[in-house]
Each structure stands twice: as C-alpha cells, then as structure tokens.
Nanobody, 124 residues
C-alpha cells in the first residue's frame, strides 16, 4: 500500500515557477514508477510527467517539455515536479500517482495509487 500527499500548489503569475512535492509512505516507493497528472475544470485528467523507479527514465507530455522537470528522491520517499515558465493553460489540480511496477506509463488507469491533488493557478 502506498499513500501519497501532494504539496506546493498555489497562485502564480504567468512566467513564474512552482515546485510540487509528493510525499509517499510505504515500503514499495523505491520500486514504484511515479507520475503527475492534471485536471482542469470540466476536463478529463491528463498525463503531465512520469519517472521510473530509479529516475533514469522520464516521460513528458508535449506541452510541458522544456518547462517542467520531474525528479525523485528515494531516500526521502518524495517525487517532485518543477514547473517553470508557467502559462495560464497550466491551471489545474495536479495529482501525484504511483504504480506497482518500476516502469513509467502515460495512462492514468495504469496507476494504482493517487494523492488528493493540489491546486495550481496561473494568472495572466
């Protein structure tokens, strides 16, 4: 079992930065692939970024490539999402997710555990 708690969301102006954190509990974190998804009002939850168990493989949704960076610290049981050059269209609730397998996925249904989400609002 893995429990996930996100933090770091907030209100920022366009062009600004935020760093989201996801603290995980459970002995299997270091072997779990982790992902970030986001859901804007009235829209489906969408993939943002994912990282494999070691941090050696990362996937990004096209619109965030070059702006967002996913990373993890297995010693701290934490995964991060550094978001730079934020745009109003990045406004959403951001969710951290974990898989029971070491490899990444861009598909939300392939994640087994979810956090409660953290709101990110980017003003123009």
């Amino acid at each position: 079992q893995v429990q996930l708690v996100e933090s770091g969301g907030g209100l920022v102006q366009a062009g600004g930065s935020l760093r989201l954190s996801c603290a995980a509990s459970g002995r299997t974190f270091s072997r779990a692939a982790m992902g970030w998804f986001r859901q804007a009002p009235g829209k489906e939850r969408k993939f943002v970024a994912a990282i494999n168990w070691s941090g050696g493989w990362r996937d990004y949704e096209d619109s965030v490539k070059g702006r967002f960076t996913i990373s993890r610290d297995n010693a701290k049981n934490t995964v991060y999402l550094q978001m730079n050059s934020l745009k109003p269209e990045d406004t959403a609730v951001y969710y951290c997710a974990a898989r029971n397998t070491p490899s990444t996925s861009t598909i939300s249904l392939q994640y087994d555990y979810w956090g409660q989400g953290t709101q990110v609002t980017v003003s123009s």
